[in-house]
């Protein structure tokens, strides 16, 4: 007698698309502009060429005895997934949709930057499906997105906004604070032009300089200064307290979002934002199951975790030939498991319920400020502001 398929009852597909048109200096993602790429590698085939991805993935859940009950949740990311056209983006999502289903009050979610999309093709989008947009907006500050290499006019966010309203699109943005030379003042204007949008959903993130990109390469020869830990920890504090003041709830470090509801949802506390929250990003932290599409995404089934190879070109071959593009996959055992989950799920407001032998840790860190108190009284790891400024080293306290 043959046993049923396991089913997924969440599960998300993260689409990638890998294409920018201008490299900005601090990125070390899997992007390529225009002329960084050749034949085999074109962006008007990259529909067709990541919907063969969805048929093999198909195929290959089946071989795995997994049945997938209805995607909940999309999230197409890059690069700039708008520099695709909106017909080849609906021909994607309507793609996700043939192959698993997508389920009754989905989240699908794609970035953009603020220059790369106008009212017709946010409105397009909302008809196709989407319900949520993402803007890099970075920072209101020119002389910042100049360092940072970003294209667009800040004048331009409150049209963008306004458009995706219309449109019927719920709204993030995206900030990063600590870009070299940026001052605390200029990121206050930031952060206070952030709250004046209105946006549903705010992130921001810390500026890292990461090695072989042009930023590192312009710290390395004393052109920027790299970027002080104490001046962006005076940042997160700053942000925070705004977004605050302002009705945004923190619901992961580096993610604030509006309340959407009478009170707390999904475990959460009655202060903190429910329906505004990015489901799709929750997932990742919490450790469910999602299949990632298109060259260099990584894709989570189980205690399984495999990625794709990352250069569009070879990617695309591989799906010609009818093969996964898989480069490599890792098991994770017991031990390794437990420590992921402390990992990813340590950075949620809710906190982390710890077991048995990680409970006599709780004290010191709450003694230290580090973790909520209250909650460790009753084995729960929830983070302070402080807490969340050195996530690192709690983690490390429990995972030792």
Not at 74 to 86: E, I, K, M, R, S
Not at 326 to 341: F, K, P, V, W, Y
């Amino acid at each position: 007698m043959t046993a049923a398929p396991e089913r997924s009852d969440r599960f998300g597909v993260y689409v990638h698309v890998p294409f920018c048109a201008v490299r900005c200096g601090y990125c070390d993602f899997n992007t390529y502009t225009a002329t960084e790429l050749g034949g085999g590698a074109s962006r008007d085939e990259y529909a067709e060429t990541a919907l063969g991805e969805m048929r093999l993935a198909a195929a290959e859940l089946v071989r795995r005895g997994r049945r997938v009950d209805g995607v909940t949740t999309v999230f197409f990311g890059g690069g700039t997934p708008t520099l695709l056209p909106v017909g080849d983006l609906r021909l994607l999502l309507a793609g996700i949709d043939e192959t698993w289903g997508l389920a009754p009050g989905a989240e699908v979610t794609t970035e953009a930057n603020p220059d790369s999309v106008g009212p017709a093709e946010l409105a397009d989008l909302a008809a196709a499906g989407f319900t949520r947009v993402s803007f890099g907006m970075q920072s209101a500050v020119p002389a910042v997105l100049a360092t940072l290499d970003r294209t667009h006019d800040p004048e331009r966010l409150p049209l963008v906004v306004e458009w995706a309203r219309a449109a019927g699109l719920a709204v993030s943005v995206d900030l990063i604070y600590g870009a070299p030379g940026e001052s605390v003042e200029q990121w206050r204007t930031s952060v206070e032009a952030a709250i004046a949008l209105e946006p549903d959903h705010i992130s921001a993130y810390a500026l890292t300089i990461e090695p072989g990109t042009k930023m590192a390469a312009q710290v390395r020869r004393g052109q920027l200064p790299m970027p002080d830990p104490d001046d962006q920890a005076t940042k997160y504090e700053l942000a925070d307290e705004a977004f605050a003041a302002a009705g945004y709830g923190w619901y992961e470090i580096s993610n604030w979002a509006r309340p959407g509801g009478s009170g707390g949802s999904g475990g959460l506390p009655a202060d903190t934002a429910a329906d505004h929250r990015c489901r799709h990003n929750l997932a990742y932290w919490r450790n469910e199951e999602w299949w990632g599409i298109g060259p260099g995404a990584h894709s989570h089934l189980g205690d399984t975790r495999f990625w794709n190879v990352k250069h569009p070109r070879p990617y695309a071959q591989r799906i010609r030939e009818g093969r996964l593009p898989i480069a490599e996959s890792e098991t994770l055992d017991a031990t390794q498991q437990e420590d992921e989950r402390i990992l990813l799920g340590i950075r949620l407001v809710e906190g982390l319920g710890v077991g048995p032998g990680l409970e006599d840790r709780l004290p010191a860190l709450a003694e230290q400020g580090l973790i909520d108190g209250a909650a460790a009284a009753g084995g729960v790891a929830r983070l302070t502001r402080r807490g969340r400024l050195l996530a690192d080293a709690v983690v490390g306290r429990l995972v030792a």
